[in-house]
């Protein structure tokens, strides 16, 4: 059964606000099998920077992900297609995040055929902004000061 424990996602919390200090996040715990990690504040623009030079979004569609992503000012990171969807500072800081929270998590039965669904550690998402309270750009001298 996925279980993460409190415990681990103040490590996440902590380990993420050291390694990008720079950056806001809210790391949550929706309930005992899942871990929330949403990018709130920070110098990368996800909506336009990080796109891809083909102009289609992260589910491959024609639409570029900034035409609605960037006026809502959140969207979710597929963390499974990450090297392939987004470029630049903003890949190479989703993947880290992506290594720094599924660390320890892992699928106990990839080999049982008969298993109903794979018995993760604990299930991840991941997200740029929320749809609450988008994703807020701020300049990197802002920043540095």
Known sequence: MAYITKERV?????ELKKLFPAFKFSVTRP??????????KGD?????????PDGRDQWNETKKLSDY?????????NEYSIESNWEGEAREMLLKIKEVVCKG?????????GADY????FFTRISVGSYDKPYELVSSVAVAA
């Open 10 to 14: 103040a490590e996440i919390r902590n």
């Open 31 to 40: 309930d005992c099998s899942m871990i929330v990690v949403k990018i709130m």
């Open 44 to 52: 990368i623009d996800f909506f336009d920077d990080a796109m891809r």
């Open 69 to 77: 992503a960037k006026k809502e000012g959140h969207t979710s990171i």
């Open 105 to 113: 998590s892992y699928n106990r039965n990839a080999d049982d055929m």
């Open 118 to 121: 794979a018995d993760m550690t």
